[in-house]
């Protein structure tokens, strides 16, 4: 993955001349990332390229976020009619690799991200966030039935479908909870371990720049039912227990936190679906079964019933994990 050309221009502009630019990560959008390094200083490099990419909504997250308390880059160089950002670099413990090399600390930094989430709840959201309700949970679960259900070729009820989707999602959006600062994509891949740092400013947040105005349960919900990563049962639970104690929320929560843990993950098995058939990126087909073991799990709750029976008419066992574990 090379630079963009313009880099080395853009950070002679701001006192990184002649700093090695090497590859970092890339993720499911345009963006991609360096880590750039200067005798003894480091940093990142964000190339958001126009028109695809608009830096703006990142760099008026991660201040929002750092105003109150929390950690996010700080922002030390942009230019952005080129789409680029220089911005502080959190080092290379990630949340993902740290709790794979040493499972013992999962209650320990899961609690820990559980306590970020109660803490950005204590604050009225982010002015000027897109809404992120039931007309957006609705058009989103579209996904499913747009993209996953041609690929493993099945014909669907798609008026039964949104009707289900209505019926267990408009209670939700009326339960009184919220709006908070949801982050959107809040998993163990984009939280680093920021040395030097305690408490909740240990965590440092990345990928916010698609942050809404939305449910408190749905960024809990995204943490523990990652995409990526196998979060044990007990730990779900312990987690949703003291998100719950620490908020008084009750039960409420906890039917919102089940819901829209199912209205993500069938959104995300559409959109990984669509990565591999439209965007040319099959690895996304080896989460596929991670994310039907989570939304089977989801469905099993009683409230969830509308949406478990059209999933049981609808998509047989033969059209679920089974597809995706031959072809990853």
């Given at each position: 993955?090379?630079?963009?050309?313009?880099?080395?221009?853009?950070?002679?502009?701001?006192?990184?001349?002649?700093?090695?630019?090497?590859?970092?990560?890339?993720?499911?959008?345009?963006?991609?990332?360096?880590?750039?390094?200067?005798?003894?200083?480091?940093?990142?490099l964000?190339?958001?390229p126009?028109?695809?990419?608009?830096?703006?909504?990142?760099?008026?997250?991660?201040?929002?976020?750092?105003?109150?308390?929390?950690?996010?880059?700080?922002?030390?160089?942009?230019?952005?009619?080129?789409?680029?950002?220089?911005?502080?670099?959190?080092?290379?413990a990630?949340?993902?690799?740290?709790?794979?090399?040493?499972?013992?600390?999962?209650?320990?930094?899961?609690?820990?991200?559980?306590?970020v989430?109660?803490?950005?709840?204590?604050?009225?959201?982010?002015?000027?966030?897109?809404?992120?309700?039931?007309?957006?949970?609705?058009?989103?679960?579209?996904?499913?039935t747009?993209?996953?259900?041609?690929?493993?070729?099945?014909?669907?009820?798609?008026?039964?479908?949104?009707?289900?989707?209505?019926?267990?999602?408009?209670?939700?959006?009326?339960?009184?909870?919220?709006?908070?600062?949801?982050?959107?994509?809040?998993?163990?891949?984009?939280?680093?371990?920021?040395?030097?740092?305690?408490?909740?400013?240990?965590?440092?947040?990345?990928?916010?720049q698609?942050?809404?105005?939305?449910?408190?349960?749905?960024?809990?919900?995204?943490?523990?039912?990652?995409?990526?990563?196998?979060?044990?049962?007990?730990?779900?639970?312990?987690?949703?227990?003291?998100?719950?104690?620490?908020?008084?929320?009750g039960?409420?929560?906890?039917?919102?936190?089940?819901?829209?843990?199912?209205?993500?993950?069938?959104?995300i098995?559409?959109?990984?679906?669509?990565?591999?058939?439209?965007?040319?990126?099959?690895?996304?087909?080896?989460?596929q079964?991670?994310?039907?073991?989570l939304?089977?799990?989801d469905?099993?709750?009683?409230?969830?019933?509308?949406?478990?029976?059209?999933?049981?008419?609808n998509?047989?066992?033969?059209?679920?994990r089974?597809?995706?574990?031959?072809?990853?």
């Amino acid at each position: 993955m090379k630079p963009p050309t313009h880099a080395p221009e853009f950070l002679a502009s701001c006192g990184w001349e002649g700093a090695a630019i090497l590859p970092l990560a890339g993720d499911a959008s345009f963006r991609r990332y360096f880590r750039v390094i200067k005798d003894d200083r480091t940093a990142v490099l964000m190339d958001a390229p126009p028109p695809h990419e608009d830096p703006r909504p990142f760099i008026a997250v991660a201040e929002w976020l750092v105003g109150r308390g929390l950690s996010a880059p700080e922002i030390l160089a942009r230019d952005l009619d080129k789409g680029m950002l220089l911005l502080g670099d959190f080092g290379n413990a990630r949340l993902r690799e740290s709790l794979d090399s040493d499972p013992t600390r999962e209650r320990e930094l899961y609690e820990l991200a559980t306590d970020v989430l109660v803490h950005l709840h204590q604050h009225p959201p982010m002015e000027g966030l897109p809404v992120h309700g039931l007309d957006q949970w609705l058009e989103e679960v579209k996904l499913f039935t747009d993209w996953y259900c041609p690929a493993v070729g099945v014909d669907v009820d798609e008026e039964g479908y949104r009707s289900a989707w209505r019926e267990v999602l408009e209670p939700i959006e009326r339960d009184g909870l919220g709006p908070v600062t949801v982050l959107r994509d809040y998993h163990a891949e984009n939280i680093m371990l920021v040395e030097g740092r305690d408490g909740i400013a240990h965590f440092g947040l990345l990928d916010f720049q698609d942050a809404l105005r939305g449910h408190p349960a749905y960024d809990l919900a995204s943490v523990l039912e990652d995409a990526r990563r196998d979060v044990p049962p007990p730990i779900e639970r312990a987690m949703i227990d003291r998100y719950v104690a620490a908020t008084n929320h009750g039960d409420t929560f906890e039917r919102a936190y089940w819901a829209l843990a199912a209205q993500r993950n069938t959104r995300i098995l559409g959109v990984f679906t669509r990565l591999w058939k439209r965007d040319n990126k099959p690895g996304y087909r080896r989460f596929q079964p991670r994310m039907w073991g989570l939304l089977e799990r989801d469905l099993e709750q009683p409230y969830l019933a509308p949406l478990c029976e059209w999933f049981d008419i609808n998509i047989p066992p033969e059209h679920r994990r089974e597809p995706w574990k031959r072809a990853a």
